[in-house]
């Protein structure tokens, strides 16, 4: 079988007359079927010929066929392929090509037709149809007349349909569309918007600018002017306000998503804040709790998706603060002050210098950010979120399994026999012998986990419809918390697990500043500058892994006035001795993919999502903090009800949804995946396997530092951890090509973030 390509431009509707012509043309034929229910490639296409040729008499099926399909050598002649067709490409993040497999135009010059016929048919189900392929949703199919003009031939008529669908955007709008008016009115806004100035075109091009390596900075920024960078980021995001709550409304299934977003948002921020109240409250004996974590989440969490510069980025606490906080009390106690002023005067401090890192456009250094920096950094929160369930429930473990109460509970099983007095020694050894508490936690963690991930990956199961699918992908996590929640407070309501507690308290009295003395605020200062860098680290990664090309956002970064915002925020709750907060992991990049419609495609088998559009609102996270602050009516009954064992299982589920994406995480799997299972990806295309390992062995020994001195017993270690996380920068661009040839580097570590 011969095969030949060629690169054709697409039509340029401003300029070709003919192109408006022939949409113009189709809109008045309409040959158009929708949710075609076929399965064959054949079926498709005697259908769709059925159509158009029914006024063409002299013209036979077979001779149609003839034309359009390649045929083999055999006896029977049997279809294989589509003789000439034409599909869309992409260029990859770095380089390469990508087929749209939603979509693919065949045309064909046709003997014995009167004139030119096109026919789009959108099918029901994503049909396999090759290689190149495999995920088919719409055919376009165009004949023509062999002696046809040339700007009216078969591949001219061809290209004109083929920029219509070029545009994930627009097929996306077409599969929403319900019937064949609509479907009409989208092609003609479509062709419309295109013949008006290209429209279309702009947006590609600037999401190119954002991909390439040169618009980390613009004409006028490369300077630190005081201010400069937050005025920038003003006049960028400021344009698109009202469009940040508007565009979560309007559009087909925007309804939808947003209300699933919300819900999502709900509670992968209540749960974990309850999380990390519980770990606060022991950590400093009741100075911060749950109550008080609630509180944060809220304000923090309102007043940066209305004011902050990029508001898909979340906000909350999270295990390096919980960990920082852990250091504050130590340092209380040993400087013998009281631990909230301490608090509030380091995180006073950390916010002023926040405020500095924002005026002076401190950010333009996380250019130097890779995409190994990333991948070492939401690893990282991977491993705190699984440490933190699996402490948890060994420490359950220990307190109710493998205590002397119940070995002394195993002995009177081999011998009954007890002293009378004994009865006393026997109910205060057993008090804490509860084996079933342990397994009853471990049941529900793994349960929260399974049922999560399960209905997260049910759109790629073949089961129910594909509306009913998303539904429950949507809804995975609240189906799972408040399922394995009802198991462990009803169903099993015998066994008593650990549930929170709450202390009521003022929650909006000042700390009292004063009372610190001189070495306190000198120790003060010092935690708030390593703090600082903890806050300008993960706010900028976050943002920067939200800001990802591959997510299409299309109104600009804002990394200068999200690091103000978090700057004033954090002021305000420091002062209340508040849980401070910043943007989180993987929160941030969930929320994007809540609010999201994707594409899925297929490569050599493996399936690759692919997003679309985001709706790029503000409106998800007021709601969901809402909800939040009215949840402080449900403290403590009945959140409560939710035990511990869920939210740890909450945690499983947040670290193992946010592998997804991770190339480290990816090239780790390949160390146990057979050679033959390979994904096609372009580095193991283009570089040599062992290079590949050793990256990856570096990124590891990266990860393993950064663990051992964030988990580390001894605060002083702990207190340099976010040192650790910024030296992560210059051992990328010093050391590391020091070991890996820049090419390979090159290939397995390319930037995409556009700070400014």
């Known amino acids: 079988m011969y095969a030949s390509h060629e690169r054709i431009p697409k039509k340029d509707f401003r300029h070709e007359v003919q192109a408006k012509k022939d949409v113009a043309s189709f809109l008045g034929m309409a040959q158009l079927m929708l949710d075609m229910v076929e399965t064959s490639l054949q079926d498709i296409l005697d259908t769709m010929l059925e159509k158009i040729l029914k006024d063409e008499t002299k013209c036979t099926m077979a001779s149609a066929k003839s034309a359009l399909f390649t045929h083999d050598s055999g006896r029977f002649r049997l279809l294989r392929h589509f003789s000439k067709t034409i599909q869309g490409t992409s260029e990859t993040e770095y380089g390469g090509i990508d087929y749209d497999q939603s979509w693919i135009c065949a045309f064909a010059s046709v003997p014995d037709i009167k004139k030119r016929h096109v026919a789009i048919a959108r099918l029901q189900y994503p049909r396999n149809l090759g290689e190149t392929s495999q995920e088919v949703q719409f055919i376009i199919l165009v004949i023509a007349p062999r002696k046809e003009k040339t700007m009216r031939n078969a591949l001219e008529t061809a290209r004109t349909f083929s920029s219509l669908f070029m545009y994930p955007e627009i097929r996306q709008e077409l599969l929403d569309c319900q019937d064949e008016e609509e479907f009409m009115a989208t092609l003609k806004k479509t062709e419309e918007e295109l013949r008006g100035g290209d429209k279309m075109d702009r947006r590609r091009i600037k999401m190119e600018a954002i991909k390439s390596a040169a618009a980390f900075e613009r004409p006028g920024d490369q300077t ?54 519980t770990l606060n409250e022991r950590n400093t004996h009741g100075d911060l709790d749950v109550k008080k974590v609630f509180v944060s989440q809220t304000l923090g969490g309102l007043m940066f998706a209305l004011f902050g510069g990029q508001p898909l980025v979340i906000l909350q606490t999270t295990a390096p603060l919980a960990l920082y906080t852990k250091i504050i009390y130590e340092f209380s106690h040993s400087l013998e002050v009281e631990f909230l002023p301490m608090f509030g005067l380091v995180g006073l401090f950390s916010s002023g210098f926040l405020l500095i890192y924002s005026i002076f456009g401190l950010s333009r250094v996380m250019k130097y950010t890779t995409r190994s920096t990333e991948e070492i950094f939401a690893l990282f929160i991977v491993v705190a979120y699984v440490v933190d369930a699996i402490r948890s429930l060994t420490a359950d473990f220990y307190s109710h399994f493998d205590t002397e109460g119940c070995k002394f509970v195993n002995l009177t099983a081999l011998n009954s026999s007890l002293p009378e007095n004994s009865s006393t020694l026997h109910s205060v050894l057993t008090d804490n012998c509860q084996p079933e508490r342990p397994l009853l936690h471990m049941i529900l963690l793994l349960g929260t986990l399974w049922v999560g991930i399960t209905l997260y990956n049910c759109t790629k199961s073949p089961y129910l419809t594909e509306g009913k699918r998303e539904l429950l992908a949507d809804y995975a996590l609240p189906i799972a918390v408040v399922f394995n929640g009802f198991m462990g407070s009803y169903a099993f309501r015998a066994v008593q697990l650990e549930r929170f507690q709450v202390r009521e308290r ?33 706010q900028n990664i976050s943002a920067a892994i939200v800001n990802n090309p591959a997510h299409k956002l299309k109104k600009g ?21 508040l849980p401070w907060v910043h943007g989180a992991l993987p929160h941030s990049p969930l929320h994007v993919r809540a609010l999201a419609d994707v594409e899925v495609r297929v490569d050599q088998g493996h399936l690759y999502p692919i997003i679309v559009r985001v709706r790029e609102t503000r409106v998800a996270a007021i709601l969901s903090h809402i909800l939040i602050g009215l949840s402080l009516l ?43 299972a390979y994904p096609p990806n372009h580095y193991i295309r283009r570089v040599p396997l062992g290079k590949i390992h050793m990256w990856s062995l570096c990124q590891v020994l990266q990860l393993g530092l950064l663990c051992g001195l964030g988990f580390a017993p001894l605060i002083y270690l702990e207190m340099v951890f976010p040192l650790v996380i910024l030296s992560l920068m210059p051992i990328r661009h010093i050391l590391m090509p020091r070991i890996l040839d820049p090419k390979y580097i090159e290939a397995l570590d390319a930037s995409h973030t556009d700070f400014q």
């Open 224 to 277: 630190f002017k005081p201010g400069a960078g937050v005025w920038n980021d003003l006049k960028r995001r400021a344009p698109h306000y009202i469009s940040d709550f508007t565009d979560g409304l309007k559009g087909r299934r925007s309804l939808h998503k947003l209300l699933s977003a919300t819900v999502f948002l709900y509670f992968a921020c209540v749960l974990p804040s309850i999380a990390f109240g």
């Open 506 to 538: 003022a929650m909006f009295q000042m700390v009292a500043l004063d009372s610190l003395h001189p070495i306190a605020m000198v120790v003060a200062l010092g935690l708030g500058f390593c703090l600082s860098l903890l806050f300008f680290m993960d």
């Open 557 to 577: 970064s804002a990394y200068h006035l999200d690091l103000l915002v978090v700057a004033a925020i954090n002021t305000v709750l420091s002062l209340f001795g």
């Open 634 to 676: 449900l403290l403590p009954s009945p959140l409560n009800y939710i035990p511990q064992a869920v939210l740890n299982g909450l945690f499983l589920f947040m670290a193992v949804s946010s592998l997804t994406g991770n190339q480290l995480f990816e090239r780790l799997m390949l160390l146990v995946t057979e050679q033959s």
